[in-house]
């Protein structure tokens, strides 16, 4: 067998990163979670000697799986509190210590959704209409969690091409009752003169509030602040991004044009000329949103003002905001 790390790579990492990649697994926590467990896999299958080959396994595992989604923030934070505890003297220590942690950090993972889901149906009422734009798991765990307190929700669902993950929203909605009202993205002005709260989720938060969120959220934003109607970001602390505390821009993930234009239409449209230099497709999957444009930012520790995500992250992440996979 090759000691190359990234040849002993096991299948269950592999696979992770192809599933995230082609977005099979979606969802912040969904990712960070499968991101954990794929590195347990690793640890747990690992045949290294000694534990500097262990290491270097599991460091070039995270650095697969990281390298799939660079805007997703949830993945690399997920990637560093597993590694953060990797510690031991042996290979049998270190292998524990992976594991453990891996298993720590998931058992967190799952009931931080349902601790931001109470608090963000504080800001619900019986009655309200609330927007929603692409598919968040966050943003529906606050929905789901005033359905139970007993309130009568109903909503406005954003279509939100390319891929229409509105429609995954959607479905997931007249599960529980909610009546829905689903509009392609072009409408949403139109119809947030119904609408109490526009509900999202968030990709990524930077230090100074900015929200990274799938492409159209900033233009939401703005037409929802022009009509008066409060804009609540629901997003886990993992999507929290530490980088940014140095001063790090977040990267803006551009997907294949073919979410956009078939092959087909292409053709037609370059007249049968597929490498016209004069033709192209852009497909950014996200965009910013200034923290003036956001009224609240809820996550398992409290709603918080987009200015002072700051102060959480520093107490989440101090100064260690570095890759340790490198």
């Known amino acids: 067998m090759t000691d190359e790390p990234d040849e002993r790579i096991v299948p269950d990492v592999r696979e992770t990163a192809a599933d995230i990649a082609s977005m099979e697994v979606r969802g912040a926590a969904t990712i960070a979670d499968a991101a954990a467990d794929a590195l347990a896999s690793q640890a747990a299958a690992s045949t290294a000697e000694t534990p500097a080959a262990f290491e270097a396994e599991l460091k070039a595992a995270a ?9 997703a923030v949830s993945l690399p934070n997920a990637l560093r509190f597993v590694l953060w505890d990797m510690e031991g003297e ?15 950090f998931q058992a967190d993972l799952a009931a931080a959704q349902d601790d931001l889901g109470r ?14 734009h692409c598919h968040s798991t966050d943003a ?3 929905v789901k969690a005033a359905l139970d307190q007993g309130k009568e929700l109903s ?3 954003k279509e939100t091409r390319p891929r229409k993950q509105g429609h995954i929203t959607a479905e997931q909605l ?3 009752g909610v009546p829905v009202t689903l509009v392609v993205d072009n409408a949403a002005r139109r119809y947030l003169e119904r609408v109490d709260h526009v509900l999202v989720g968030a990709d990524s938060i930077a230090a100074d509030g900015s929200v990274v969120n799938k492409i159209g959220t900033s233009g939401l934003a703005v037409n929802a602040r022009d009509r008066g109607v409060p804009i609540v970001v629901a997003a886990q602390t993992i999507k929290l991004h530490p980088g940014t505390l140095t001063g790090h821009t977040v990267e803006i993930e551009n997907r294949d044009e ?7 239409d292409r053709d037609r449209i370059t007249d049968g000329h597929p490498g016209d230099p004069d033709f192209a497709v852009e497909n950014p999957a996200f965009d910013v949103t200034p923290p003036r444009y956001v009224d609240a930012i809820v996550t398992e520790r409290g709603q918080f003002p987009p ?3 700051v102060t959480l992250m520093r107490e989440l992440f101090g100064t260690d905001v570095g890759e340790p996979w490198d």
């Open 63 to 71: 650095r697969r799986l990281y390298e799939t989604r660079p805007t």
């Open 90 to 104: 042996s290979v049998a220590a270190l292998r524990e210590s992976v594991v453990e942690s891996a298993e720590g």
């Open 119 to 132: 608090i963000g149906a504080n800001r619900l009422r019986d009655g309200d209409v609330v927007m929603t």
């Open 140 to 142: 529906l765990a606050c």
């Open 155 to 157: 909503a406005v669902v």
């Open 174 to 176: 007249r599960e529980w």
């Open 258 to 264: 073919t979410e956009v234009l078939a092959d087909a």
């Open 307 to 309: 200015e002072s995500v």
